[in-house]
């Protein structure tokens, strides 16, 4: 990858912003494009995504790059992005760093042969994002439950990146933490923590429990689940969609449920800018060395 001194940012949200700002911190140029809403806010340098596309060295698309009508994901542009056959042919000819991208080449099959990386699919960026994930998470108990975190019963589902995470994070405000996981090496490391492990495969029971997070992304809280579960848990799911919790039945059974996607970006876009950052360079690096 030659030497990269100008960023095309096209689209994105809060996280696009900060990851401009860390940018131009860093010396870089940066040619920002779908943002033309946040316009006469402090956002005067605001480029188009022609420009973005074929002034810049590299572009950095956002996570999820596309939306499911196809078009760029980009909440602060004013009018649906799609790209054109001659910003599709400057983006085939450099490097081009998107979250999802099998979806980009869904919508743009030239970009099949392009040299596009996929930061989102990168174990250290999901790394680094559980924490934001985690954090977005024990906000939303802070502010749905009525009790303090300190003293409660919580039930983290999945034992993975975010699981791990979570479960300490919860443990160090003083919760009575119990994990779920599927493999005796993790119920040992569950236990190292402080915290209970139970089976996820054959848990048919989350009783006892004031708060429950899922991070598995497969239907855990099904009905029959749900009917074993506590009317007064406040249930958090975290999985993407199509998520791990039946919300259709814990409404009928009256169970606070709610569904947490994206929190990195929501809750805590600065930090969620810099995770983008840090993968797009770790990327750079590996290509170059
Ligand atoms: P991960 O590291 O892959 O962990 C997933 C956990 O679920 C692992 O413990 C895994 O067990 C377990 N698991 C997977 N399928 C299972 C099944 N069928 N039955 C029982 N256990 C199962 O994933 P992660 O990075 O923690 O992310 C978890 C979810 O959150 C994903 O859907 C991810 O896309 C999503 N996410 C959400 C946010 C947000 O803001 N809400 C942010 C980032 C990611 P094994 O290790 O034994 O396979």
């Known amino acids: 990858m030659s030497s990269i001194k100008i960023f095309g940012i096209i689209g994105g949200d809060k996280r696009q912003i900060f990851l401009a700002e860390s940018l131009l911190r860093d010396g870089y140029g940066v040619i920002l494009a779908g943002f033309d809403k946040l316009k006469g806010q402090g956002f005067n340098n605001l480029s188009d995504v022609r420009a973005a596309a074929l002034f810049s060295d590299a572009v950095i698309l956002p996570l999820p790059c596309v939306r499911s009508d196809k078009s760029l994901n980009a909440p602060f ?27 980009l ?39 749905e439950y009525e009790g303090t975190i300190f003293g409660s019963r919580s039930l983290v589902t999945g034992f993975g990146r975010i699981g791990k995470v979570l479960a300490r994070m919860l443990k160090s405000l003083g919760s009575d933490v119990t994990v779920s996981a599927r493999r005796q090496s993790d119920f040992a490391y569950i236990n190292t923590l402080g915290c209970r492990a139970v089976n996820t495969e054959t848990m048919n029971l989350a009783r006892g429990y004031e708060l429950i997070f899922n991070t598995v992304p497969s239907l855990i809280f099904d009905e029959k689940l749900l009917e074993n579960t506590d009317r007064t848990a406040l249930l958090i799911d975290l999985a993407s969609l199509p998520g791990g919790v039946d919300f259709e039945s814990a409404r009928k059974l009256g169970i606070d449920a709610y569904s947490a996607p994206g929190l990195p970006g929501k809750c805590s876009p600065k930090s969620a800018g810099e995770i983008i950052k840090k993968t797009v360079f770790s990327i750079i690096e590996e290509v170059n060395r």
């Open 77 to 103: 542009a004013s009018q649906n992005i799609y790209f054109s056959d001659d910003e599709l042919d400057a983006l085939c000819k450099k490097p081009v760093f998107a979250g999802m991208r099998e979806r």
């Open 105 to 143: 080449l869904r919508v743009y099959p030239k970009l099949e042969n392009a040299e596009v990386y996929d930061y989102a699919a990168r174990d250290d960026f999901a790394i680094l994002n559980a924490l934001p994930t985690a954090e977005g998470a024990v906000e939303i108990a802070m502010r």
